[in-house]
């Protein structure tokens, strides 16, 4: 996807240091798209603002546990 390449990505400070980690970018639609910190030219994956809603409130309830 063209526009991922306008995006400013970033990963999470607890990863310092660590290269085995995934990169997320806000879009500009409200999705986010979440990509291989070690192939960024690599493909990523896209999630509308539902899905990552749904997705880290998962998270947050422990629901990946």
């Not at 979440?34 to 493909?43: A, I, L, Q």
């Not at 509308?48 to 422990?62: D, I, L, M, Y």
């Amino acid at each position: 996807m063209d526009g991922l390449a306008r995006v400013q990505w970033r990963k999470s400070i607890r990863s310092s240091g660590n290269a085995a980690c995934v990169e997320v970018a806000d879009l500009p639609d409200g999705g986010r798209g979440v990509r291989d910190s070690k192939n960024k030219t690599g493909p990523a994956l896209v999630f509308t603002a539902t899905e990552w809603a749904a997705f880290t409130a998962g998270v947050r309830s422990g629901e990946f546990d």
